[in-house]
């Protein structure tokens, strides 16, 4: 199982995360939110194969703007051949949904050979934490990953510099937002972006449990939540770590300092009920500061 995103684009430029995209191997499940008016009461969903063919999938029901549907796998296409989910919306507006950028092996086979080694073992880390729910792998595939990181950090100090007094406002400015929680503002981070949070909370560009979750759905969050006024003690910053809940995960995450756990499916779809359960998407949470 894994979880993507969904893009709203409109003219090629991204506007804004329209929904989320749960793979499984028998189908997709789509959770839309802040679907135009325009779109009517249903939308189609295609899938884009290696060689740019759209594949109907089916269509899905649209109420009130929201929608959570799953569509199953053809004869035609399944995840390993889907490059792409896109949900053509109205005139130029489409919702896309990017699985994988590279061709799969079996209608390619020179991409891989070229691959540098610690590529390699870092996209074996992001199979094996899919294959176990996205937290749970072994440690020595982590040094691959975290050599990687290391070397991403050259352009951590370029970030920094950009960063004004109204730190938040900034980092809206320089990083993507997306809309989760209704009480919450929230942007997408990478792990070397640790450097915008104070500096005890640097190490965290090397936390093996962020690593783990970054390179299996490629993103965390930065949420700044307001609890009774904009006064700087009425705010509190929120490291979210995309993840599937169940019970042995959260151990996990408890482990390296992840106190709580944020339902994401629910969040997207406005439900009132914020339980969370076994399987559900979202994040788990680890209170910061910037």
Same mark, same amino acid.
């Given at each position: 199982?894994?979880?993507?995103?969904?893009?709203? =684009?409109?003219?090629?430029?991204?506007? !804004?995360?329209?929904?989320?995209?749960?793979?499984?191997?028998?189908?997709?499940?789509?959770?839309?939110?802040?679907? #135009?008016?325009?779109?009517?009461?249903?939308? !189609?969903?295609?899938?884009?194969?290696?060689? %740019?063919?759209?594949?109907?999938?089916?269509?899905?029901?649209?109420?009130?703007?929201?929608?959570?549907?799953?569509?199953?796998?053809? %004869?035609?296409?399944?995840? *390993?051949?889907? =490059? !792409?989910?896109?949900?053509?919306?109205?005139?130029?507006?489409?919702?896309?949904?990017?699985?994988?950028?590279?061709?799969?092996?079996?209608?390619?086979?020179?991409?891989?050979?070229?691959? #540098?080694?610690?590529?390699?073992?870092?996209?074996?880390?992001?199979?094996?934490?899919? !294959?176990?729910?996205? *937290?749970?792998?072994?440690?020595?595939?982590?040094?691959?990953?975290?050599?990687?990181?290391?070397?991403?950090?050259?352009?951590?100090? %370029?970030?920094?510099?950009?960063?004004?007094?109204?730190?938040?406002?900034?980092?809206?400015?320089?990083?993507?937002? @997306?809309?989760?929680?209704?009480?919450?503002?929230?942007?997408?981070?990478?792990?070397?972006?640790? @450097?915008?949070?104070?500096?005890?909370?640097?190490?965290?560009?090397?936390?093996?449990?962020?690593?783990?979750?970054?390179?299996?759905?490629?993103?965390?969050?930065?949420?700044?939540?307001?609890?009774?006024?904009?006064?700087?003690?009425?705010?509190?910053?929120?490291?979210?770590?995309?993840?599937?809940?169940?019970?042995?995960?959260?151990?996990?995450?408890?482990?390296?300092?992840?106190?709580?756990?944020?339902?994401?499916?629910?969040? =997207?779809?406005?439900?009132?009920?914020?339980?969370?359960?076994?399987?559900?998407?979202?994040?788990?949470?680890?209170?910061?500061?910037?």
């Amino acid at each position: 199982m894994q979880f993507f995103y969904i893009d709203y =684009m409109n003219n090629g430029k991204k506007e !804004r995360n329209i929904g989320f995209l749960r793979v499984e191997n028998d189908g997709v499940s789509i959770g839309l939110r802040g679907v #135009p008016l325009q779109c009517g009461n249903s939308c !189609r969903v295609y899938a884009v194969n290696e060689y %740019d063919e759209r594949i109907l999938m089916g269509e899905i029901a649209v109420r009130n703007g929201y929608s959570m549907e799953k569509l199953k796998w053809n %004869d035609k296409v399944d995840f *390993v051949h889907c =490059m !792409r989910i896109e949900i053509p919306l109205y005139g130029s507006r489409k919702g896309i949904c990017v699985l994988r950028d590279d061709v799969p092996q079996t209608h390619s086979t020179e991409k891989t050979a070229d691959v #540098p080694p610690e590529a390699q073992n870092a996209v074996s880390v992001g199979k094996a934490a899919s !294959r176990d729910t996205g *937290v749970a792998v072994e440690h020595d595939k982590s040094y691959a990953v975290n050599e990687r990181t290391s070397q991403d950090n050259a352009g951590c100090q %370029d970030i920094y510099d950009e960063i004004h007094e109204d730190k938040w406002q900034q980092l809206m400015k320089i990083y993507p937002q @997306v809309h989760i929680c209704p009480e919450a503002q929230s942007i997408v981070i990478r792990p070397k972006d640790a @450097v915008i949070l104070t500096q005890q909370y640097h190490e965290l560009a090397t936390n093996s449990f962020v690593l783990h979750a970054y390179y299996n759905y490629r993103q965390l969050l930065l949420f700044r939540y307001t609890e009774g006024g904009t006064a700087k003690s009425n705010i509190k910053y929120y490291l979210g770590v995309p993840g599937v809940y169940y019970e042995r995960e959260q151990r996990i995450a408890q482990m390296f300092g992840f106190e709580g756990f944020e339902n994401g499916e629910a969040r =997207m779809q406005q439900d009132a009920d914020n339980k969370v359960y076994k399987g559900c998407f979202g994040y788990y949470m680890k209170r910061v500061e910037i």
